[in-house]
Protein backbone atom coordinates (compact mmCIF):
# COMPACT_ATOMS: atom_id res chain seq x y z
CA UNK A 1 0.00 0.00 0.00
CA UNK A 2 1.08 3.77 0.24
CA UNK A 3 0.17 6.31 1.87
CA UNK A 4 0.07 9.97 0.45
CA UNK A 5 0.62 13.80 2.01
CA UNK A 6 -1.04 16.43 0.49
CA UNK A 7 -0.65 19.78 1.32
CA UNK A 8 -2.14 22.22 1.71
CA UNK A 9 -5.87 20.25 2.41
CA UNK A 10 -7.50 23.86 1.58
CA UNK A 11 -6.79 27.13 0.68
CA UNK A 12 -8.27 30.52 -0.40
CA UNK A 13 -6.43 32.57 -2.79
CA UNK A 14 -7.03 35.95 -4.59
CA UNK A 15 -7.27 35.35 -8.38
CA UNK A 16 -4.02 36.22 -10.38
CA UNK A 17 -1.91 34.63 -7.79
CA UNK A 18 0.15 30.75 -7.64
CA UNK A 19 -0.38 28.26 -5.67
CA UNK A 20 2.10 24.87 -4.85
CA UNK A 21 0.59 21.92 -4.05
CA UNK A 22 2.76 19.02 -2.66
CA UNK A 23 2.28 15.37 -2.39
CA UNK A 24 4.79 13.12 -0.33
CA UNK A 25 4.06 9.41 -1.14
CA UNK A 26 5.47 7.18 1.73
CA UNK A 27 7.20 4.84 -0.58
CA UNK A 28 8.87 5.12 -4.22
CA UNK A 29 6.93 5.04 -7.13
CA UNK A 30 7.83 5.39 -10.60
CA UNK A 31 4.15 7.39 -11.84
CA UNK A 32 2.40 10.01 -9.90
CA UNK A 33 -1.01 11.34 -11.67
CA UNK A 34 -2.49 14.69 -10.75
CA UNK A 35 -6.07 15.24 -11.01
CA UNK A 36 -8.70 17.80 -10.85
CA UNK A 37 -12.37 17.39 -9.67
CA UNK A 38 -14.68 20.50 -10.51
CA UNK A 39 -16.99 20.83 -7.79
CA UNK A 40 -20.22 18.93 -8.40
CA UNK A 41 -18.06 17.20 -11.39
CA UNK A 42 -15.80 13.64 -11.76
CA UNK A 43 -11.92 13.36 -11.66
CA UNK A 44 -10.15 14.71 -14.79
CA UNK A 45 -6.40 13.62 -14.85
CA UNK A 46 -4.52 16.72 -16.04
CA UNK A 47 -1.26 15.14 -16.18
CA UNK A 48 1.43 12.15 -15.23
CA UNK A 49 4.49 12.84 -13.20
CA UNK A 50 7.75 10.68 -14.27
CA UNK A 51 10.76 11.48 -12.08
CA UNK A 52 13.40 12.23 -14.01
CA UNK A 53 11.35 13.72 -17.10
CA UNK A 54 8.60 16.29 -18.04
CA UNK A 55 5.29 15.70 -16.99
CA UNK A 56 2.57 14.33 -19.60
CA UNK A 57 -0.60 17.05 -19.88
CA UNK A 58 -3.70 15.89 -21.43
CA UNK A 59 -5.48 17.45 -23.72
CA UNK A 60 -6.58 20.79 -22.39
CA UNK A 61 -4.58 21.17 -20.07
CA UNK A 62 -0.75 23.00 -20.30
CA UNK A 63 2.45 23.66 -18.75
CA UNK A 64 2.19 26.90 -18.30
CA UNK A 65 -0.76 27.01 -16.10
CA UNK A 66 -0.01 23.72 -14.25
CA UNK A 67 3.50 23.19 -14.14
CA UNK A 68 4.45 20.59 -11.94
CA UNK A 69 7.68 19.08 -10.27
CA UNK A 70 9.05 15.39 -9.65
CA UNK A 71 12.20 15.54 -7.83
CA UNK A 72 12.53 11.87 -6.87
CA UNK A 73 10.68 8.97 -6.62
CA UNK A 74 8.56 10.07 -3.53
CA UNK A 75 7.37 13.78 -4.10
CA UNK A 76 5.81 15.86 -6.55
CA UNK A 77 4.24 19.40 -7.28
CA UNK A 78 1.51 20.86 -8.85
CA UNK A 79 1.32 24.46 -9.62
CA UNK A 80 -1.62 26.54 -10.50
CA UNK A 81 -0.90 29.22 -11.67
CA UNK A 82 -2.17 33.15 -12.78
CA UNK A 83 -5.61 31.35 -11.27
CA UNK A 84 -8.74 32.26 -11.65
CA UNK A 85 -12.10 31.39 -9.80
CA UNK A 86 -12.47 28.76 -12.69
CA UNK A 87 -9.64 27.00 -11.39
CA UNK A 88 -11.48 26.59 -8.20
CA UNK A 89 -11.78 22.52 -7.86
CA UNK A 90 -9.89 19.84 -5.68
CA UNK A 91 -7.15 18.97 -6.97
CA UNK A 92 -5.83 15.37 -5.89
CA UNK A 93 -2.78 13.69 -6.31
CA UNK A 94 -2.63 9.71 -6.85
CA UNK A 95 -0.23 6.66 -7.58
CA UNK A 96 -0.20 3.66 -9.02
CA UNK A 97 2.51 1.35 -7.08
CA UNK A 98 3.13 -0.59 -10.44
CA UNK A 99 2.35 -3.72 -12.16
CA UNK A 100 -0.05 -5.88 -10.21
CA UNK A 101 -1.18 -3.43 -7.80
CA UNK A 102 -4.39 -3.54 -5.65
CA UNK A 103 -5.61 -0.02 -5.64
CA UNK A 104 -4.71 3.41 -7.39
CA UNK A 105 -3.77 5.23 -3.97
CA UNK A 106 -5.11 8.49 -3.86
CA UNK A 107 -4.33 11.94 -1.31
CA UNK A 108 -6.92 13.70 0.88
CA UNK A 109 -7.00 16.19 -1.78
CA UNK A 110 -6.56 20.18 -1.95
CA UNK A 111 -9.70 22.22 -1.83
CA UNK A 112 -8.91 25.28 -3.37
CA UNK A 113 -11.05 28.24 -4.10
CA UNK A 114 -10.62 31.56 -6.06
CA UNK A 115 -11.90 34.78 -5.26
CA UNK B 1 -10.81 5.47 -26.84
CA UNK B 2 -11.19 4.19 -23.12
CA UNK B 3 -14.68 5.71 -21.93
CA UNK B 4 -16.45 5.10 -18.59
CA UNK B 5 -20.41 5.83 -18.50
CA UNK B 6 -22.62 6.00 -15.33
CA UNK B 7 -25.48 7.09 -16.47
CA UNK B 8 -27.56 7.31 -13.57
CA UNK B 9 -26.55 10.75 -11.85
CA UNK B 10 -28.59 10.60 -8.81
CA UNK B 11 -30.29 8.06 -6.89
CA UNK B 12 -32.50 8.59 -3.92
CA UNK B 13 -33.68 5.43 -1.44
CA UNK B 14 -34.85 4.54 1.38
CA UNK B 15 -32.95 2.95 4.25
CA UNK B 16 -32.98 -1.06 3.89
CA UNK B 17 -33.47 -0.75 0.29
CA UNK B 18 -31.57 -2.81 -1.87
CA UNK B 19 -29.86 -0.37 -5.28
CA UNK B 20 -27.62 -0.82 -8.18
CA UNK B 21 -25.05 1.45 -9.75
CA UNK B 22 -24.88 0.87 -13.45
CA UNK B 23 -21.34 1.32 -15.16
CA UNK B 24 -20.66 0.32 -18.73
CA UNK B 25 -16.81 0.74 -20.22
CA UNK B 26 -15.48 0.90 -23.59
CA UNK B 27 -12.25 -0.06 -23.96
CA UNK B 28 -10.42 -2.01 -27.40
CA UNK B 29 -7.70 -3.47 -24.94
CA UNK B 30 -7.78 -7.24 -23.40
CA UNK B 31 -6.05 -6.10 -20.31
CA UNK B 32 -7.59 -3.87 -18.19
CA UNK B 33 -8.62 -2.96 -14.74
CA UNK B 34 -12.11 -1.90 -13.08
CA UNK B 35 -12.77 0.50 -10.24
CA UNK B 36 -14.97 1.55 -8.07
CA UNK B 37 -14.47 4.38 -5.50
CA UNK B 38 -16.59 5.74 -3.13
CA UNK B 39 -16.53 9.64 -2.15
CA UNK B 40 -18.28 10.69 0.98
CA UNK B 41 -19.40 14.39 1.49
CA UNK B 42 -15.74 14.65 3.32
CA UNK B 43 -14.12 14.49 -0.03
CA UNK B 44 -11.94 11.75 0.04
CA UNK B 45 -11.86 8.78 -1.89
CA UNK B 46 -12.51 5.36 -0.66
CA UNK B 47 -11.35 2.28 -2.65
CA UNK B 48 -13.98 -0.35 -2.74
CA UNK B 49 -12.56 -2.70 -5.51
CA UNK B 50 -10.49 -3.49 -8.34
CA UNK B 51 -11.38 -6.36 -10.89
CA UNK B 52 -9.08 -6.98 -13.66
CA UNK B 53 -10.28 -8.30 -17.19
CA UNK B 54 -9.41 -11.89 -17.00
CA UNK B 55 -11.11 -12.53 -13.80
CA UNK B 56 -15.07 -12.23 -14.55
CA UNK B 57 -16.12 -13.43 -11.23
CA UNK B 58 -18.81 -11.94 -8.84
CA UNK B 59 -17.36 -10.74 -5.58
CA UNK B 60 -19.41 -9.94 -2.33
CA UNK B 61 -18.16 -8.05 0.64
CA UNK B 62 -20.68 -7.55 3.14
CA UNK B 63 -23.13 -5.53 1.99
CA UNK B 64 -21.82 -4.94 -0.89
CA UNK B 65 -21.19 -6.97 -4.40
CA UNK B 66 -19.77 -6.73 -7.98
CA UNK B 67 -21.29 -8.01 -11.05
CA UNK B 68 -18.56 -8.11 -13.87
CA UNK B 69 -20.01 -9.06 -17.54
CA UNK B 70 -17.27 -8.37 -20.51
CA UNK B 71 -20.60 -9.84 -22.89
CA UNK B 72 -22.21 -6.50 -21.50
CA UNK B 73 -19.27 -4.40 -21.04
CA UNK B 74 -20.01 -3.69 -17.96
CA UNK B 75 -19.54 -3.75 -13.93
CA UNK B 76 -22.38 -2.96 -11.74
CA UNK B 77 -22.50 -2.45 -8.25
CA UNK B 78 -25.22 -3.35 -5.77
CA UNK B 79 -26.08 -2.28 -2.29
CA UNK B 80 -27.95 -4.64 -0.21
CA UNK B 81 -30.24 -3.14 2.67
CA UNK B 82 -28.80 0.22 2.44
CA UNK B 83 -27.88 2.43 5.26
CA UNK B 84 -27.77 6.31 5.73
CA UNK B 85 -23.75 5.99 5.59
CA UNK B 86 -23.87 4.72 2.58
CA UNK B 87 -24.78 7.90 1.09
CA UNK B 88 -21.99 9.42 -1.49
CA UNK B 89 -20.92 9.64 -4.37
CA UNK B 90 -19.49 6.35 -6.21
CA UNK B 91 -17.18 6.45 -9.04
CA UNK B 92 -16.62 3.57 -11.59
CA UNK B 93 -13.30 3.97 -13.18
CA UNK B 94 -10.91 2.11 -15.97
CA UNK B 95 -7.47 1.72 -16.06
CA UNK B 96 -5.37 0.16 -18.57
CA UNK B 97 -2.70 -1.85 -17.06
CA UNK B 98 -0.75 0.31 -14.65
CA UNK B 99 -1.77 3.60 -16.07
CA UNK B 100 -3.66 6.42 -15.41
CA UNK B 101 -7.44 5.63 -13.96
CA UNK B 102 -10.72 6.81 -16.14
CA UNK B 103 -13.53 7.77 -14.72
CA UNK B 104 -17.00 7.80 -14.96
CA UNK B 105 -19.08 10.96 -14.32
CA UNK B 106 -19.95 9.63 -10.86
CA UNK B 107 -23.95 8.67 -9.38
CA UNK B 108 -24.90 10.41 -6.13
CA UNK B 109 -26.71 8.14 -3.86
CA UNK B 110 -28.35 9.36 -0.96
CA UNK B 111 -30.27 6.51 1.71
CA UNK B 112 -33.17 8.73 3.71
CA UNK B 113 -33.75 7.08 6.80
Known amino acids: SAVISQKPSRDICQRGTSLTIQCQVDSQVTMMFWYRQQPGQSLTLIAT?????????ESGFVIDKFPISRPNLTFSTLTVSNMSPEDSSIYLC????????????FGQGTRLTVV | AQKVTQAQTEISVVEKEDVTLDCVYE???????LFWYKQPPSGELVFLIR??????QNEISGRYSWNFQKSTSSFNFTITASQVVDSAVYFC??????????FGTGTRLQVFP
Open chain 1, 49 to 57: ANQGSEATY
Open chain 1, 94 to 105: SVSPGAGFAEAF
Open chain 2, 51 to 56: RNSFDE
Open chain 2, 93 to 102: ALSLNTDKLI
Open chain 2, 27 to 33: TRDTTYY
